[in-house]
């Protein structure tokens, strides 16, 4: 089993909410920044949300405020992705990351951005 294990995702329609959970060991939980990033086909992998569980204030790309909600559940060590109001464009390959600057979710990813970790991936379809 993986450093990060994701779960969720799924088939929506335009409007409609799904969760994502990511769930990481102690040590990566207690250590490092966690989030989310998306790859559509054919798009670069951009941003969604990150969060440093023990105690830091979320971050969220443009895309996605004020609809998306990070949130971190420190028994379980896991992050969780509540997306609401979901859009055809949100529409991508999401992927559980941790180790990174938490900033890096505002803005285009820079080149050689580093990373620790990454999960293995959760589907997520928005149909018009």
């Known amino acids: 089993q993986g450093e990060l294990v994701e779960s969720g995702g799924g088939s929506v329609q335009a409007g409609g909410s799904l969760r994502l959970s990511c769930a990481a060991s102690?040590?990566?939980?207690?250590?490092?920044?966690m989030g989310w990033f998306r790859q559509a086909p054919g798009k670069e992998r951009e941003g969604v949300a990150s969060?440093?569980?023990?105690?830091?204030?979320?971050y969220y790309a443009d895309s996605v405020e004020g609809r998306f909600t990070i949130s971190a559940d420190n028994a379980k060590n896991t992050v969780y992705l509540q997306m609401n109001n979901l859009e055809p464009e949100d529409t991508a390959m999401y992927y559980c990351?941790?180790?990174?600057?938490?900033?890096?979710?505002?803005?285009?990813?820079?080149?050689?951005?580093?990373?620790?970790?990454w999960g293995q991936g959760a589907q997520v379809t928005v149909s018009a």
């Open positions: 990351a941790a180790d990174f600057p938490c900033g890096y979710v505002t803005t285009v990813l820079p080149v050689g951005a580093s990373f620790g970790y």
């Open positions: 102690e040590y990566i939980y207690n250590n490092y920044c």
């Open positions: 969060i440093f569980p023990t105690g830091d204030n979320p």
